[in-house]
């Protein structure tokens, strides 16, 4: 069984390979310009598919796909397709997946720090409500009782690598501090409204599944404490590798294991509950490149700078978080390896690498920056007035425009010029 998996695996990588082409990826440049976003329907699915055969032992599994991490509406109908919920953090993402076909009981509402408005405005919608600070859980409470509501929970536990447990995370913003649960108990007894999620979201990567299981019995731990549970959400934190080397959540294993527990738990607690997840960048991050032109190449008196019809506006998380997405010359696969600085066009430092060894950039050759589908358009912008990119869907053998790139209209829509 193990090695047909290993095997399927292998398989379907290659697959991908196929799939994403350099052949295919230099047509898709030149049909639809530079720079664009590619993203391979079959590799979400593939990850789609792969998270739900791991939980394969737990008898009710719901995988809520975090919108934030690429929100485009064809992204959503294909999750919508794949039977997948969604997880969203502002109101206009919830209608997003309206728009995209979800219904209501498929989406959970999961902000931070949001308006008691915004979250009536949720409600009356019929989704999943999800509360994470005790201020906005006594005043929705009081005034909506009956509404079933879902808390987060912050556990403080931090998977920090290798086996450190860290009590951590004491100054995040996020969820309602275990430390408070005597008055959040309280909370719910004096309102008497129907909590029937709990759920955490720790935000860091999943690097050891004990950490992870640890975080859990304190979930399992809290659940205790509510009678009328539908579901546990463990919110999400799975890896996925960036560059060579890093570690990936394995997925199988952290399966077997909390499928197991949590069955256990349903058993102490007496009731079949739900087990939710709420995954982004498992489930995109992969599936998606970044398709850049090299306008400059420069050499200077230290290095030698690949200048691309992009930048951070485009493409943030190398500048924002220091994250490090492989970067391929597609146009020049097998030529000559060399050190190059790959750097935008706008008039900031915006460095997407250093030093990389890339085989050798001539002007205009196309680079396909890796692991773009997670958090890259989805916090694209216009800084320097540039047009936010295109974005193409390789669905079925077929290469579907399901963004325009912008043009000047959009740069000037919603700009007031007043007369002066
Ligand atoms: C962003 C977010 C996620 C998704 O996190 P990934 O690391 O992309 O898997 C899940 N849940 C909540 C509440 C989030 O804010």
Redesign the pocket.
Known sequence: MFIMWITYIFAISHKDKERMKDSTLLQIAKDFGSPVYVYDAEKIEFQYKRLTKAFSKVKNLKLNY?V??LSNISVLRLFNKLGSGI?T?SIQELRLGLKAGFKPEDIIF?PNGVSLEEIEEAAKLGVQINIDNLSILEQFGTKHPKVPVCIRINPHVMAGGNTNISVGHIDSKFGISIHQIPLLLRIVENTNMNINGIHM?TGSDILDIDVFLYASEILFDTAKNFKTLQFIDF????KVPYKKGDIETNIEELGEKLSQRFNEFCKEYGKDLTLAF?????LVSEAGVFLAKVNVVKQTTSTVFAQVDSGFNHLIRPMLYGSQHDILNISNPKGRERFYSVVGYICETDTFANNRRISEINENDILCFKNAG?YCYSMASNYNSRYRPAEVLLYKGKAHLIRKRETFDDILNNQVEIVL
Not at 278 to 282: L, N
């Open positions: 975090a934030k991490a997880d953090v999961t979201h919110g999400s934190g799975f709420e995954p982004g960048k498992f997670a």
